[in-house]
């Protein structure tokens, strides 16, 4: 992944424009300080310290479509309140500020989770499935994004150590090395490749009916370009093989109180080592793109109509 790290220092002012399509050419934005106000002192070691202990799930999210907080357990009224006010101040910090700066992207996105990562992940023992330490590209975010993509915004808040990520490649590279490999269904498809059927509008529109009282349902919704995503992302971090590839592989070391954002669906990556991270995920949609030909959805069609 050539230029995967692209660094913008917010003191010379940032071009939304060059940023949106660093993002998009598949380059992890990098900023070597936080450009987002980190929680007081006090809440930072509050967060280091104690939620630890009381982590229930993969991470601690705060979902803002419910207003819930999930991850904790055995966790006090006062603890839950505490760290409810703090990642929805975060969530708030950080889409301020990219719809300050980039506000191209974030025109009609959807504001996901934002999460706090209180453990080591080095050898955290998960299945391969939930493991960060595994290469990987994003897939079906909050049920079905139908395309669009999935862009990412961390701060690593550890004060003494970085947070490690290894890449074997934008999604291009990786698609075009085990596209085939993974068995994605694009060779003969033809132009309905990934196209919905009637079944998935179906789904769609009585997941969307239902979710009106319950938001949370998002999730069980789906689209054949979702599966798809999901199916090459479970091939990445159950094929040995391609673990192992060093061809196009690169580690990244992101400083104590550093922050960047990726479009995870366009980047493998992998988090090798780190702890105490601040991860905030939205939905861009695609026709916010500056260059939709990058876009996941567009290369796999484009395969399709190559092929078919």
């Given at each position: 992944?050539k230029?995967?790290?692209?660094f913008f220092?917010?003191?010379?002012?940032?071009?939304?424009?060059?940023?949106?399509s660093e993002?998009?050419?598949g380059?992890?934005?990098?900023?070597?300080?936080?450009?987002?106000?980190?929680?007081?002192?006090d809440d930072?070691?509050?967060m280091?310290?104690?939620?630890?202990?009381?982590?229930?799930?993969?991470?601690?999210?705060?979902y803002?479509e419910?207003?819930k907080?999930?991850?904790?357990?055995?966790a006090?009224?006062?603890?839950?309140?505490?760290?409810?006010?703090i990642?929805?101040?975060?969530n708030?910090?950080?889409?301020?500020?990219?719809?300050?700066?980039i506000?191209?992207?974030?025109?009609?996105?959807?504001?996901g989770?934002c999460s706090?990562?209180?453990?080591?992940?080095k050898?955290r023992s998960l299945?391969?499935?939930?493991s960060?330490?595994?290469?990987?590209i994003?897939?079906?975010?909050?049920?079905a994004?139908?395309?669009?993509r999935i862009?990412?915004?961390?701060?690593?808040?550890?004060?003494?150590?970085?947070?490690?990520?290894?890449?074997?490649?934008?999604?291009?590279d990786v698609f075009?090395?085990?596209?085939?490999?993974a068995?994605?269904?694009?060779?003969?498809a033809?132009?309905?490749?990934?196209?919905?059927?009637?079944?998935?509008?179906?789904?769609?529109?009585l997941?969307?009916?239902?979710?009106?009282?319950i938001p949370?349902?998002?999730i069980?919704?789906?689209?054949?370009?979702?599966?798809?995503?999901?199916k090459?992302h479970?091939?990445?971090?159950?094929?040995?093989?391609?673990?192992?590839?060093?061809?196009?592989?690169?580690?990244?070391?992101?400083?104590?109180?550093?922050?960047?954002?990726?479009?995870?669906?366009?980047?493998?990556?992998a988090?090798l080592s780190?702890?105490?991270?601040f991860?905030?995920?939205?939905?861009?949609?695609l026709?916010?793109a500056?260059?939709?030909?990058?876009?996941?959805?567009n290369?796999?069609r484009k395969?399709?109509e190559?092929v078919?």
């Amino acid at each position: 992944m050539k230029k995967a790290l692209c660094f913008f220092n917010e003191a010379l002012g940032i071009d939304s424009k060059e940023l949106a399509s660093e993002l998009e050419r598949g380059s992890i934005v990098v900023f070597p300080k936080s450009p987002v106000a980190l929680p007081s002192e006090d809440d930072l070691i509050f967060m280091r310290t104690e939620l630890p202990k009381l982590l229930k799930r993969k991470n601690i999210s705060y979902y803002p479509e419910t207003g819930k907080l999930r991850g904790l357990k055995g966790a006090e009224v006062d603890v839950v309140e505490r760290v409810n006010r703090i990642l929805i101040k975060v969530n708030g910090d950080i889409a301020k500020f990219l719809q300050e700066n980039i506000p191209q992207l974030t025109e009609n996105w959807t504001i996901g989770t934002c999460s706090f990562r209180p453990l080591e992940e080095k050898e955290r023992s998960l299945k391969p499935h939930a493991s960060n330490e595994l290469v990987h590209i994003d897939a079906g975010a909050y049920g079905a994004t139908n395309g669009d993509r999935i862009l990412r915004f961390f701060i690593n808040v550890n004060p003494h150590e970085d947070r490690v990520w290894a890449s074997q490649g934008s999604f291009l590279d990786v698609f075009k090395r085990h596209g085939d490999k993974a068995d994605l269904g694009y060779t003969n498809a033809g132009p309905r490749y990934l196209s919905k059927s009637f079944l998935d509008h179906l789904r769609t529109g009585l997941v969307r009916l239902l979710s009106l009282g319950i938001p949370s349902l998002k999730i069980i919704d789906s689209s054949p370009y979702d599966r798809v995503m999901r199916k090459f992302h479970n091939y990445m971090k159950d094929t040995p093989d391609f673990q192992k590839d060093r061809n196009n592989y690169e580690e990244y070391n992101f400083p104590p109180l550093s922050a960047w954002m990726v479009y995870t669906d366009g980047v493998s990556h992998a988090c090798l080592s780190g702890q105490y991270v601040f991860v905030q995920t939205a939905l861009v949609p695609l026709k916010n793109a500056q260059l939709p030909e990058l876009a996941p959805l567009n290369i796999l069609r484009k395969a399709a109509e190559v092929v078919g």
